[in-house]
């Protein structure tokens, strides 16, 4: 069983920035792939960015591509997601989750996830 807990969301202006942090449970963290996912009022889930085990590989969502950044920490057991340039579209709860295997666009691939965040966006 692999527990997350993510923080850093909160109000932030246009153009602005966050970074959201995702805290695992257990050292074997080193062995999950890690994905954010964010869904916005009356919206289905959609995929952010994924890094695999040993942090060498990353995916994006076009959307996000070259505005957010996913990195990990092993000595920490955290992954993060770092948001720039921040659109009123970008405004979603954010959920990390942890995926035995390597990474995935799909959300039905992960294993845990955790609570989300919410990160809000003001014009």
């Known amino acids: 069983q692999v527990q997350l807990v993510e923080s850093g969301g909160g109000l932030v202006q246009a153009g602005g920035s966050l970074r959201l942090s995702c805290a695992a449970s257990?050292?074997?963290?080193?062995?999950?792939?890690m994905g954010w996912f964010r869904q916005a009022q009356g919206k289905e889930r959609e995929f952010v960015a994924a890094?695999?085990?040993?942090?060498?590989?990353?995916t994006y969502a076009d959307s996000t591509k070259g505005r957010f950044t996913i990195s990990r920490d092993s000595a920490k057991n955290t992954v993060y997601l770092q948001l720039n340039n921040l659109k009123p579209e970008d405004t979603a709860v954010y959920s990390c989750?942890?995926?035995?295997?390597?990474?995935?666009?799909?959300?039905?691939?992960?294993?845990?996830w955790g609570q989300g965040t919410q990160v809000t966006v003001s014009s």
């Open positions: 989750a942890a995926r035995f295997s390597g990474t995935s666009i799909q959300e039905n691939d992960y294993d845990y």
């Open positions: 257990r050292r074997t963290f080193v062995n999950y792939a």
């Open positions: 890094i695999n085990r040993s942090g060498t590989s990353t």
